[in-house]
């Protein structure tokens, strides 16, 4: 079964984008199922820990992972955040022992799955990055990241036919909206399992030929965060509008946040930067 279910995020207006790049620095908290890290300045690196179940999403770390990544969220020396598993599973599916005996009235009572929506409501870009076995659950949390890299390892897919349920957290709204009808029935109705270079040829992933995937996405979040984070805020949901508007709002929507920005200092003092031949001071404000 698959775990983070469908919502892009709910467009704001870009002032409301900024709030959380305003929040202090605080002490970086220890979790029992991942584990964070600051590989460079300004990047989190979120890597998930249940290595004897490869990963396997239950409750108890998928609240871990929502919380590591709301903490980013809300860190001011954070600009971008990366989420990774091991070498052998970026995450496996979810926990099956641990839904297997549900009801009908449990799941939709409880709202089973609802909790895990947090990728899409973050302000700040989230990459994945993807060794191994990403299916079910896992290739669903990945497809929620703002930039997906694969390592020539990565196998993906959404098997759940297979347990006699269907994706549960976004994987058929995702995949269809990402690869087109035809392609999204035939993974979600066969379970079949892709690689890294069909993955890529489906333009759902950039496989990562040299290198460690990881080390590639800390260059790319590395270079996110050396922007100005209100005008990388604006630009993460002018995109995600796309996913959610007609073609004539989404237009509407990018040009309204264009034009707010010209609120900002980061604006004069990009524009003054380039001008002037000059690195840009970004106060992100």
Known sequence: ???????????????????????????????ANVLVSRPSPGVALITL?????????????????S??????????SVGAMILTGSERAFAAGADIKEM??????????TNFLANWEVVPRLKKPVIAAVSGYALGGGLELALQADILLAAPSAQLGQPEVNLGVIPGGGGTQRLARLIGKSRAMELVLTGRIID???????GIVRVVREGSVVDEAVKVASDIASKGRIAVGAGKEAVNAAF?????EGLRFE??????LFSTKDQKEGMAAFAEKR???????
């Open 49 to 65: 820990n249940r290595p004897k179940a490869l990963n396997a999403l239950n409750a108890a770390h998928f609240q871990d992972i």
């Open 196 to 202: 890294a270079d069909e993955a890529e040829r489906w």
């Open 1 to 31: 079964m698959s775990f983070v279910a469908l919502s892009r995020s709910t467009l704001r207006h870009v002032s409301n984008s900024t709030c959380f790049f305003s929040t202090s620095l605080r002490a970086q908290r220890e979790y």
């Open 255 to 260: 040009k309204r946040l264009f034009h707010a």
């Open 279 to 285: 690195r840009a001071e970004w106060t992100h404000s």
């Open 67 to 76: 919380d590591a990544m709301k903490e980013a969220d809300e860190d001011a």
């Open 100 to 109: 297997k005996d549900k009801s009908f009235a449990e799941a939709y009572t």
């Open 244 to 248: 959610e508007m007609s073609l004539a």
